[in-house]
């Protein structure tokens, strides 16, 4: 697998959608050090970053910091 | 093909807020418990949005929400060394957590934490859950097992987030125009960003997708690439980054 195949699946690879043979042939890939490959990872993560924040924002419920700051302070 | 796609950006509106951040990031990483409170602030309503999105529990997703600053309070460190975004470090984490467990949640093989979380709950919460839960899923289809709820890719990004996280600036300049690129999502072809959807909110692979939609794989598969290429032209166009290759 070259890089031209790879050109849109990094961005399904990173949301866990790519089937198990193209994510280990992606993963393979990307052990060899492609620089190109590398940075088109990065490019995906943000577009991953941008899909997420399609989700409407809601907050949490009022004692989930508290909570949070609780246990981490007992750690 | 450029090593260095995204030189020559326009100065973001947000590097400012985004370096400041990385400057939160590094004093969770010297046991700031102020710094993390502060992230908190700014980065829990947009994940509970996502994590209430994929698990369509409150609690469960208040549960994610914790886990996640959690690790960051673990790994701060770690993640400090790589340079890359502490915004798509939560944002991907979190995300990939609350699919683990709708997946794990599909298989039937929900942790035991899980369980007694669930098994624990008060009526109160239970009808809170089911207030807080979109109403678009009650509506969805069946969901089913799936026997790889944990796969390569969150192996990956567990164990590799120096390889995958985008830099601070890159995510600042997303931030800055986050409502153009919000409006090109929604001038994709409704099919495409239909199966999109059943990816990024419903931890559905290629297959799970065709087999939803009772569509062949190959139109599905053809159908989500056409969508990321959509989208990667969308943001050149919006964040002003368009290379000489593409």
Redesign the interface.
């Known amino acids: 697998m070259d890089?031209r195949h790879l050109e849109?699946?990094y961005?399904?690879?990173?949301?866990?959608?790519?089937?198990?043979e193209d994510?280990?042939q992606l993963?393979e890939h990307?052990s060899q050090g492609c620089?190109?490959c590398?940075?088109?990872?990065?490019?995906?993560?943000?577009?991953?970053?941008?899909?997420?924040?399609?989700?409407?924002?809601?907050?949490?419920?009022p004692k989930?910091?508290a909570?949070?700051?609780r246990?981490?302070?007992n750690? | 093909?450029?090593?260095?796609?995204?030189t020559g950006f326009p100065k973001p509106l947000g590097a400012n807020k985004e370096s400041t951040l990385e400057e939160l990031l590094g004093r969770v990483a010297d046991l700031d418990?102020e710094a993390?409170?502060s992230l908190?602030?700014q980065f829990?309503?947009?994940l509970?949005?996502?994590l209430?999105?994929i698990l369509s529990s409150?609690s469960e997703?208040?549960s994610v929400?914790?886990e996640i600053?959690?690790r960051l309070?673990k790994e701060a460190p770690g993640i400090a060394r790589t340079k890359g975004s502490a915004?798509?470090w939560l944002?991907?984490t979190a995300?990939?957590a609350a699919?683990q467990r709708l997946r794990a949640r599909r298989a039937g093989r929900a942790r035991p934490a899980q369980m007694s979380h669930t098994q624990g709950r008060t009526k109160e919460e239970k009808r809170a859950d089911k207030s807080?839960a979109p109403s678009h899923r009650e509506h969805k289809p069946q969901e089913r097992l799936s026997p790889?709820y944990e796969?390569?890719?969150?192996s990956?990004?567990a164990a590799s987030p120096h390889?995958?996280?985008?830099?601070p600036e890159?995510?600042a300049l997303?931030d800055a125009r986050?409502g153009l690129?919000?409006r090109a999502?929604n001038q994709m072809p409704k099919p495409q960003r239909r199966a999109?959807e059943f990816?990024?909110?419903d931890?559905?692979?290629?297959?799970e997708?065709a087999a939803q939609l009772a569509e062949p794989l190959g139109r599905v598969t053809a159908g989500?690439?056409a969508a990321?290429?959509f989208?990667?032209h969308r943001?050149h166009a919006v964040l002003g980054t368009w290379t000489a290759d593409i």
């Not at chain 1, 590398?38 to 419920?61: D, F, I, W």
């Not at chain 2, 931890?203 to 297959?207: D, M, R, V």
């Open positions: 890089c849109n699946i961005e399904l690879f990173l949301l866990g959608a790519l089937s198990h994510s280990l993963l990307l620089d190109h590398l940075e088109r990872l990065k490019e995906a993560a943000r577009t991953v970053y941008l899909l997420s924040l399609a989700a409407k924002p809601v907050s949490p419920g989930a910091k909570d949070l700051l246990l981490v302070k750690k | 093909m450029p090593s260095e796609a995204n418990v993390l409170g908190y602030d829990a309503p947009k509970m949005g996502l209430l999105r409150k997703a208040e929400l914790q600053f959690l309070w915004a798509a944002v991907l995300r990939h699919i807080a790889r796969s390569q890719t969150l990956f990004l390889l995958w996280m985008p830099r890159d995510i997303v986050l690129l919000q999502l999109l990816a990024v909110f931890a559905y692979t290629e297959s997708i989500l690439r990321i290429t989208l990667r943001q």
